[in-house]
């Protein structure tokens, strides 16, 4: 992860971090197997909105969870997010980049796998 720093392997100590990750399961959950989503993602902004999201995999249309969450974060007025979960997998590059485009600083990235073991955390 570039520009990633690597925090060691452990749970989040704040509950609305572990909300996050229950939102994000609970999208990849929902929507998981009906739409073939790899990814649920939870974002909260600094207004403390939280916006949880699916992967979107249709013929025209390819996005991650991570950038729709961020799209729905944005469309709602959110200026700055202050921190993020990913359930199925890892954030990619692509979808870290996308989390530096807002403002936000040592923001938590919070990566679990579809029952809630975490896989990695970072800050950006």
Do not use: N
């Given at each position: 992860?570039?520009?990633?720093?690597?925090?060691?392997?452990?749970?989040?100590?704040?509950?609305?971090?572990?909300?996050?990750?229950?939102?994000?399961?609970?999208?990849?959950?929902?929507?998981?197997?009906?739409?073939?989503?790899?990814?649920?993602?939870?974002?909260?902004?600094?207004?403390?909105?939280?916006?949880?999201?699916?992967?979107?995999h249709l013929?025209?249309?390819?996005?991650?969870?991570?950038?729709?969450?961020?799209?729905m974060a944005?469309?709602?007025?959110?200026?700055?997010?202050?921190?993020?979960?990913?359930?199925?997998?890892?954030?990619?590059?692509?979808?870290?980049?996308?989390l530096r485009?807002?403002?936000?600083?040592?923001?938590?990235?919070?990566?679990?796998?579809?029952?809630?073991?975490?896989?990695?955390?970072?800050?950006?």
């Amino acid at each position: 992860m570039t520009d990633a720093v690597a925090e060691q392997s452990r749970t989040p100590d704040d509950p609305e971090d572990l909300k996050l990750i229950t939102l994000a399961r609970a999208a990849l959950g929902r929507t998981g197997a009906a739409q073939g989503a790899a990814q649920g993602a939870a974002v909260r902004d600094t207004e403390g909105r939280a916006y949880a999201a699916a992967s979107v995999h249709l013929k025209h249309l390819d996005l991650s969870a991570v950038a729709v969450a961020v799209a729905m974060a944005v469309s709602s007025g959110a200026s700055a997010l202050e921190a993020v979960a990913v359930a199925g997998g890892p954030a990619s590059d692509d979808d870290l980049d996308l989390l530096r485009d807002l403002p936000g600083a040592g923001v938590p990235v919070w990566s679990v796998d579809a029952k809630g073991q975490l896989l990695e955390a970072s800050r950006l």
